[in-house]
C-alpha cells in the first residue's frame, strides 16, 4: 500500500479529455517524477491530484483515505503540499512573510518550523527581510519550496521546479529536493529536464498523450534504450 | 427573426407608453419626453459606438456634451461688440499662443531627442496657464466688466443654431483626438476614471471661464431652428389653422366672447406642442440618419474589423491592425456623436446652464441607458435611451402615486408622508441603480442584445 | 520679524488646511486601494458609502445629544462613530453578498464590476438623499477653536496669526491614530498579511489554505471603517452634503492612483500629495512675498497660479500626468 496513490486519473477541460487512466504511486521519502513531450498532460495530472481540475473517472488516496471529493483546500489541510510552476511566491511580502503565509493553517508557534527551513536554505535566512520579488530566480525557487514545505506536509507536489533556470542553478534545487526527501516526505514532481530528473528520482512515470507509457525505477528508465531515443533525447 | 420581433414588440410598448402619458398627463409632457428620449438616444448612440463597437470606455460624456453645448453659443449669439472692442484682440493672441504651445508639447513629445526632454516637456505644460494669463487676463477682465448683469461675454458668431450642431461635433472630436492622444493606451479601468475626471476638467473650465459662456450667469434666449411659441401666437396661419383643427369644438361655443376665449386658449397650448413636434421631426431625422450610418458601419469591412479589435485585440495586432490609431479614430466618432447631442440639448432647452453638468446626469445615466438596452446593438441603445429616460421623468408622478396608495390612510401633515413626498424626485436614482444591477445580472447583454452579423 | 510672518502665513493657509485635507484624501484612498487591491475593482460607489455612514453618524448625534449626552469639549459626533461604522459595516456586507459577490465567482473583468459599482453608487445616492436629504447639515458641536488667529497674534506679537479649528486637529489626530491602527494590522498580524498574500498572488494564497471567504469579509470590514471615519471628519470640518461626497471621491482616486492603486502607503502619501499641490498652487502668495521682497520688488498681481475655481482641476490633472508617465503610482512599495 503505498502513502499517495492516484488511479484512473480521466477528465480535462470542456468534454476533451487531457488525461485518460493515469495512475501514479509515491512513497514516503521517495522521488519520484512525472516525464513526457509537451501537451502529454502532466501538468493536468497534477492539477487533477490537487483537486484543482475536476474528474471524469479515477480516485485519489492519501494515507489509505479517499481524497478524491476534497476541495484543493481540504486537501492541503490534509498534508499535501503544492509549488506552481510560475507565481508561486508572495512578491510583494518579505520572504520570512512568505513562510509565515505557508504556515497560515497552523496557529501555534511556527518559529522553530522557520528556523528549520532556514537550515535547509541558507539563503533565505540571509534575505528574511528582503522582499520575495526582489530575489533571483533560483532564491525564488527555494522560497517557494520552503513556503510549501511549511506546513509539514506529507505530500510535496512540484510543478517544473527547474523551469527557465540555469543549469548550476537547476543542480542546487535538485540538491535541495533530495533534502527535502531526506525528512521523510513523498515528493511528486512535473519535470521537463527528464534525464536530470530520473538521476535524483526513484522512480519515473512517462506519460504519452495523456496515458501512462512507461514506468520504473529511474536507472531502469534512464538505462532502456528505447526511452532515452524517445524521450531523453539520445 | 427573434430579434427583429423583439425590436419591433419593444418600440411598439415604448410608443404605447408615450401615448398614454399624452392622454393620462398631457400631450405636452408626452412630446417633452420623447423629444429627450430621441437627444438621449443620439448620446446612447455615440457611446454605444465607442463601448459596443469596439470596448472603449468613456466616462467623459458630460464634458463632451458640454463642450457641444459650448458651441451653441459660440455659433449662435450674436457677438457682442463692445466686448470685442475691449478684448477680442488679446483673446485672439492668447488662443494662438495655445495653439503654439500645444503644437510644441505635440513636437517635443515625437521628435525631440535629449535627455532633458522631460524636463522640457514639464516647462512646456507648466507654463501654458501663466502664458494664457498674461497673454489674456487683462482683456478677459475688460470682457468681463462689459456690461456685466446682462452680457460680460464675447457672445459668438450670430448664425444659425442648427449649425452648432455640426460644429459641437467638430469641437468634441478635435478634443477627444487630445484626450485620445494621450490616454487611450491606459488599461480599461484607468480610461474609465481618466475620462472621468478629464471631463471634470472641461466642465470646470465652461463653467469658470465667464468670458466665453457667462459661467454660472447662464446664457439664455438662444435661437431655435423652429418657431417661437409667441410667434406661432401672433400670426394668422397657425391662428386659422387651429381654428380649422378645431372647427368642431369651436362651434359649440354659444357666443363669439367664448369662442375668442377659446379659441385663445387652443392656440397657446397647440401653439407650444407645434414647436416640441417641429423638434421631435428635426430629432427624428438626425436620429434616424446616425442610425443608418452607423449601421452601415456595422456592416462594412471597418465594422468587422472594430468588432475583431474589440474580442482580440492581440490577435488583431499581431494581424498588422494599427489598433491605437482605430480606437482614436472610434473614439472621435463616438465623441463626435455625442458633441452633436449637446448641442442639439441645449438648442431644445432654449439656454446654457454650465452648472447643471453633472456626471450622474450627464455621463453615468448615459451609460446606463447603453448597458440597459444592449451593448453593441444601437437598437438597444436607442430602446435604453427611451425606457431610461422614460423612466427617469415618469418614476416621480410613479412614487407619488405609491406613496398616496400605500399611505391613504395617513394624515397629509404626517412627517413620515412628508418626508417622503419631499424626497420623491431621488427615487429615480434608486430606480436606475435596481434596474442597472438586474439587467447586468439577469440580462448581461442588455434588453436586445448583440446581433451576430455575418458578413 | 517679516521671515517669521511670512512663515505663519504659510502655515496658517498652507500647511494646516493642508494637513487637514490630505488627511481626509488620506484615508478615503486607502479604503479605495484596499477594496482595488483585494477585490480588484475601481469602487464608484466609495464616496457615497463615506456619505452612507457620516448620514448614520449624523442621526445617531441627534439621538444621542436629544439624550442629553455630549462628548464635552470633542464634538459628539465622535461617539457616535460606532453607530455608523456597524451601519456601514452591514451596508456594505449585504451589497457584497447581493451583487459583488456573483461578479467575483463569475471571475468578471474590471470594467463589469465598475459599472455594477455604479448600479450600487445609484442606490446608495437615493438611500442617503431620500433619509437625510440632499442639503447642508452641520452636525458639529464641541469647542470650535483651539486657537484663534488673534489669540495667536496676541502671543506672539506677529502680524499674522494661525487659526486652528478644533476639526482640523481631531482630522489629523484621528488620521494618524486610524493608520497607524491599520498599518500594524496589515503588516504585523497574521490576517493582515494574509489580506496583502492573497492581494498578492490570489491563487498562491489559496494554496497557502487561506480562505478567500474571510478575507473579503475582513476588507469590507475595515473599509467600512475606514469610510465611516473619513466621511465623518470631512463632514466635522466642512458639513455634510451628499453631493460633496461624490465629488470628493475624484481627488481620492487621484490620490489612490498617484499613490499606486493597491498600494495602501501609497495612498496616504497620495492624499497629501494631492492635498498640498491643490493648496499650494491655488494659493496667491502675493501677501506671502510682500513680507520677503524688498519694496521695489514687491508684485502687483496675485501670484496665484490658478484659481481656487480650478481646484479639482488640479489633482485631476495631476493624475492625468501620473497614469501617463508613472501608471503604477510615484511610490515604489508594497502592495497590499
Known amino acids: 500500500m503505498m502513502y499517495f496513490s492516484a488511479k484512473n486519473l480521466t477528465g480535462g477541460y470542456g468534454g476533451v479529455n487531457i488525461i485518460e487512466g493515469c495512475c501514479f504511486e509515491v512513497n514516503q521519502g521517495e522521488i519520484v517524477s512525472i516525464l513526457g513531450p509537451n501537451g502529454a498532460g502532466k501538468s493536468t495530472a497534477m492539477k487533477a491530484m490537487l483537486g484543482i481540475l475536476d474528474l471524469k473517472y479515477g480516485e485519489v488516496m492519501l494515507d489509505g483515505q479517499d481524497i478524491t471529493r476534497l476541495k484543493t483546500q481540504d486537501r492541503i489541510k490534509a498534508g499535501i503540499s503544492f509549488v506552481p510552476q510560475t507565481n508561486n511566491i508572495f512578491t510583494e511580502l518579505t520572504v520570512k512573510e512568505n513562510l509565515e503565509m505557508g504556515a497560515f493553517l497552523n496557529d501555534g508557534d511556527i518559529s522553530s518550523r522557520i528556523s528549520e527551513m532556514y537550515d535547509l536554505f541558507p539563503i533565505i535566512k540571509e534575505k528574511q527581510d528582503q522582499l520575495a520579488g526582489e530575489l533571483s530566480g533560483g532564491q525564488r525557487q527555494q522560497v517557494a519550496l520552503a513556503r510549501a514545505l511549511m506546513t509539514n506536509p506529507k505530500v510535496l507536489m512540484l510543478d517544473e521546479p527547474t523551469a527557465g533556470v540555469s543549469p548550476v542553478v537547476m543542480d542546487e534545487i535538485f540538491e535541495h529536493i533530495l533534502n527535502i526527501k531526506k525528512q521523510n516526505i513523498a515528493v511528486l514532481m512535473v519535470e521537463q529536464n527528464a534525464r536530470q530528473a530520473l538521476g535524483i528520482s526513484d522512480r519515473g512515470y512517462i506519460l504519452v498523450t495523456g496515458r501512462n507509457a512507461y514506468e520504473g525505477s529511474g536507472d531502469y528508465l534512464i538505462n532502456d534504450n528505447e526511452i532515452r531515443k524517445s524521450f531523453l533525447g539520445g | ?455 | 520679524m517679516d521671515f517669521l510672518n511670512a512663515i505663519i502665513l504659510l502655515g496658517n493657509y498652507i500647511i494646516v488646511p493642508g494637513l487637514t485635507y490630505g488627511s481626509q484624501l488620506a484615508l478615503g484612498a486607502i479604503g479605495v486601494t484596499l477594496i482595488y487591491g483585494v477585490l480588484r475593482f475601481a469602487n464608484f460607489a466609495y464616496g457615497d458609502l463615506m456619505a452612507f455612514g457620516t448620514m448614520i453618524v449624523i442621526l445617531s448625534t441627534g439621538y444621542l445629544q436629544s439624550l442629553g449626552i455630549t462628548f464635552g469639549f470633542l464634538p459628539t459626533a465622535l461617539l457616535a462613530l460606532p453607530m455608523g461604522i456597524i451601519a456601514t459595516v452591514i451596508l456594505s456586507l449585504f451589497f457584497d453578498k447581493t451583487v459583488f459577490k456573483y461578479y467575483r465567482d463569475m471571475k468578471s473583468e474590471p470594467v463589469i464590476l465598475i459599472v455594477v459599482s455604479i448600479g450600487v453608487m445609484f442606490i446608495l445616492n437615493a438611500i442617503v438623499r431620500i433619509v437625510i436629504g440632499p442639503g447642508d447639515v452641520i452636525f458639529m458641536d464641541g469647542a470650535r477653536f483651539i486657537m484663534k488667529a488673534s489669540e495667536f497674534k496676541k502671543m506672539t506679537g506677529l502680524n499674522e496669526g494661525i487659526a486652528l479649528k478644533s476639526t482640523q486637529l481631531i482630522t489629523v489626530i484621528t488620521t494618524i491614530i486610524t493608520c497607524s491602527i491599520l498599518f500594524y494590522f496589515l503588516n504585523k498580524t497574521k490576517t493582515g498579511k494574509s489580506m496583502r498574500a492573497y492581494s498578492d498572488n490570489e491563487d498562491l494564497a489559496l494554496l497557502s489554505g487561506i480562505d478567500p471567504t474571510k478575507i473579503v469579509i475582513y476588507t469590507w470590514v475595515i473599509v467600512s471603517i475606514l469610510a465611516t471615519i473619513a466621511g465623518t471628519l470631512y463632514g466635522l470640518d466642512k458639513s455634510f452634503k451628499p453631493f460633496a461626497y461624490w465629488n470628493n471621491l475624484l481627488p481620492i482616486f487621484a490620490a489612490t492612483i498617484v499613490g499606486g492603486i493597491g498600494n495602501p502607503l501609497g495612498a496616504f502619501y497620495g492624499g497629501f500629495v494631492i492635498a498640498f499641490t491643490e493648496i499650494g498652487l491655488t494659493y496667491a502668495y502675493k501677501k506671502f512675498l510682500v513680507y520677503l521682497l524688498p519694496e521695489q520688488l514687491e508684485p502687483s498681481s496675485l501670484v496665484q497660479y490658478i484659481s481656487t475655481d480650478y481646484k479639482f482641476a488640479i489633482s485631476f490633472a495631476i493624475l492625468i500626468v501620473v497614469l501617463i508617465y508613472r501608471p503604477n503610482g510615484i511610490f515604489k512599495g508594497k502592495v497590499i
Open chain 2, 1 to 455: 427573426m427573434r430579434n427583429n420581433l423583439d425590436i419591433k414588440l419593444a418600440f411598439g410598448v415604448m410608443a404605447l407608453l408615450l401615448i398614454m402619458v399624452g392622454f393620462v398627463q398631457s400631450w405636452g409632457v408626452a412630446l417633452a419626453i420623447l423629444n429627450l428620449c430621441l437627444i438621449s438616444a443620439v448620446m446612447s448612440m455615440g457611446v454605444n459606438i465607442q463601448w459596443g463597437y469596439s470596448g472603449l470606455i468613456n466616462f467623459g460624456v458630460m464634458g463632451f456634451l458640454a463642450i457641444g453645448g459650448l458651441a451653441t453659443i459660440v455659433v449662435s449669439v450674436p457677438p457682442v461688440n463692445e466686448a470685442w472692442a475691449a478684448g477680442g484682440f488679446g483673446v485672439i493672441l492668447s488662443g494662438l499662443i495655445l495653439f503654439v504651445l500645444i503644437a510644441s508639447i505635440f513636437y517635443v513629445h515625437r521628435k525631440f531627442q535629449s535627455k532633458y526632454k522631460n524636463y522640457l516637456l514639464f516647462l512646456l505644460v507648466i507654463s501654458v496657464i501663466p502664458m494664457m494669463k498674461l497673454a489674456a487676463g487683462p482683456s478677459i477682465s475688460a470682457i468681463e466688466s462689459i456690461d456685466a448683469a446682462t452680457s460680460g461675454f464675447l457672445g459668438g458668431f450670430d448664425m444659425p443654431i442648427i449649425l452648432s450642431w455640426f460644429v459641437g461635433a467638430i469641437f468634441a472630436a478635435l478634443v477627444a483626438f487630445i484626450i485620445g492622444k494621450v490616454c487611450l493606451d491606459l488599461r480599461s479601468d484607468y480610461l474609465a476614471i481618466a475620462t472621468l475626471l478629464i471631463s471634470g476638467i472641461i466642465v470646470s473650465y465652461v463653467k469658470h471661464e465667464e468670458w466665453l459662456t457667462r459661467g454660472v450667469k447662464n446664457v439664455t434666449g438662444l435661437k431655435r431652428p423652429v418657431p417661437f411659441e409667441v410667434d406661432l401666437q401672433n400670426s394668422d396661419w397657425f391662428v386659422n389653422f387651429i381654428g380649422f383643427l378645431f372647427k368642431g369644438r369651436l362651434s359649440k361655443a354659444s357666443d363669439l366672447d367664448e369662442k375668442i376665449i377659446l379659441l385663445n386658449e387652443l392656440v397657446m397650448t397647440s401653439s407650444s406642442i407645434f414647436v416640441k413636434l417641429c423638434f421631435s421631426v428635426i430629432f427624428l431625422i438626425v436620429l434616424i440618419t446616425i442610425l443608418v450610418f452607423s449601421e452601415k458601419a456595422l456592416r462594412s469591412p471597418w465594422g468587422r474589423m472594430m468588432r475583431a479589435i474589440r474580442d482580440n485585440e492581440d490577435a488583431a495586432k499581431a494581424m498588422g491592425k494599427n489598433v491605437v490609431k482605430r480606437h482614436l479614430h472610434i473614439f472621435m466618432i463616438g465623441s463626435a456623436i455625442i458633441g452633436f447631442s449637446g448641442a442639439m440639448l441645449v438648442t431644445y432647452d432654449g439656454l446654457f446652464t454650465p452648472a447643471s453638468y453633472q456626471p450622474l446626469r450627464y455621463t453615468f445615466i448615459i451609460w446606463v441607458m447603453v448597458l440597459l438596452g444592449g451593448t453593441g446593438n444601437n437598437y438597444g441603445a436607442i430602446l435604453g435611451a427611451f425606457v431610461v429616460w422614460f423612466i427617469w421623468i415618469e418614476s416621480a408622478p410613479f412614487a407619488l402615486f405609491v406613496i398616496n396608495a400605500l399611505m391613504s390612510e395617513v394624515d397629509n401633515t404626517n412627517q413620515l408622508k412628508i418626508h417622503l413626498i419631499d424626497s420623491i424626485p431621488y427615487f429615480r436614482y434608486l430606480m436606475m441603480g435596481l434596474g442597472l444591477l438586474v439587467v447586468m445580472r439577469y440580462r448581461p447583454k442588455g434588453l436586445l442584445p448583440e446581433k451576430i452579423i455575418n458578413n
